[in-house]
């Protein structure tokens, strides 16, 4: 193998004896593509004999160069008319397969989408109060400021109102702070007895660790005559058992909202040290106390009554609104409400 020249012819000689064969028993369009390569690739035999060109002695170069030229296109003709060969094969096979039965059933997808616990929580909690008796009434994430606020006895210079808490829109609605408008627009519109649960998302401008400023409440409100404190303590009672497990204490602190009158704020056991025998130990979640904050309510103000054109000197009522997100968040032991919100997959499969 001395003399370059012989040495290229031989290696010119056997690859076009052979590249015919290699194409021809390429079946598949990858494999047939894969021998192309190896033959006209930066890798390939051919590349390889060009290579070599610069050590033919110059008078020869011509004839070998018109000679690679030809095996060259040679191979590329052949290239493409195996590779024709082998896709019209393909597609007959395709078409002489039996028709495609489009009566089949389909397959199931493998990943199902899943109630958000936002909503489980929702649902049960709507469930309960129409167990005891309750409609539930509907009302508009965009009211009025006099249904947010005005009708329910906000003083005009509520630090709620501040734009700081609210979001106004330009035409100077509000994006509702609570369910609460849905207790003016319920007791405006029916006439007394009625008893409703309202459900809804909220908004505030506020956002942290606990707090986001699209949020969902339940508002239930009853009236009727002689509605007292101990139908509201009665209903929280059947809920607290019902929602947070049987035999949930509650305990009731007075406290204040401008729409009720006395008004309390209502805790339950902590569901998070709970001993078998009932009583709490104490810990982080319930600040040692053994209790839990879970909603607002109170006998509804007569201020209310009146706005709304319901005579308070012949009806009572009571009325309790709870977060949504603070619900589940209790129920299911969720540490922040980022994860109610971020709808990641893998979190929603969980309940
Ligand atoms: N609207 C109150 C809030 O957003 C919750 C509330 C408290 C609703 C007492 C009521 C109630 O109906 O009686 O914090």
């Not at 309750?134 to 005005?150: K, L």
């Not at 209790?330 to 969980?350: H, K, S, T």
Request: hydrophobic share 40%; charged share 25%.
């Amino acid at each position: 193998m001395s003399d370059p020249h012989a040495s290229i012819l031989a290696s010119l000689d056997s690859l076009a004896g052979a590249y015919a064969a290699r194409f021809e028993s390429a079946q598949t369009e990858q494999a047939l593509r894969d021998e192309n390569a190896k033959v006209l690739g930066k890798k390939g035999e051919l590349t390889a004999i060009l290579k070599e060109m610069g050590k033919v002695p110059a008078d020869a170069r011509k004839a070998i160069g018109e000679r690679v030229n030809t095996l060259k296109s040679e191979v590329e003709g052949a290239f493409e008319a195996r590779l024709k060969a082998i896709l019209r094969k393909a597609r007959e096979a395709e078409l002489s397969l039996p028709p495609f039965d489009l009566t089949l059933p389909g397959r199931a997808p493998s990943r199902r989408g899943h109630p958000h616990p936002i909503s489980i929580v929702r649902d049960e909690i709507v469930g309960i109060f129409e167990s005891m008796g309750f409609a539930v009434f509907d009302g508009p994430e965009i009211d009025t400021a006099a249904n947010n606020f005005d009708k329910l006895g906000f003083p005009p210079d509520h630090p709620a109102t501040d734009m700081h808490d609210t979001f106004y829109t330009k035409a100077g609605h509000v994006l509702r702070t609570h369910t609460s408008n849905i207790q003016v627009r319920a007791m405006s519109t029916m006439k007394p007895p009625f008893a409703f649960i309202a459900p809804g998302a909220c908004y505030r401008v506020d956002s942290d660790i606990t707090h986001s400023p699209m949020f969902h409440q339940i508002e239930a409100f009853m009236v009727d005559e002689h509605v007292t404190l101990a139908h509201l303590k009665g209903v929280l009672r059947e809920f607290a058992e019902r929602f947070y497990g049987s035999g949930t204490p509650i305990r009731l602190r007075p406290s204040y909202f401008p729409f009720t009158e006395p008004s309390a704020e209502v805790d339950v056991g902590c569901v998070f040290c709970k001993r078998a025998d009932g009583t709490r130990a104490g810990c982080a979640v319930c600040k040692q106390s053994g209790w839990l904050e879970i909603l607002g309510s109170g006998m509804i103000d007569p201020v209310v009554f009146t706005e709304c054109g319901i005579d308070p000197e012949r009806w009572s009522g009571f009325a309790l609104g709870m977060g949504l997100e603070r619900q589940a968040m209790l129920r299911y032991g969720i540490p922040e409400i980022r994860f109610l919100f971020e709808n990641d997959p893998r979190f929603l499969a969980q309940f």
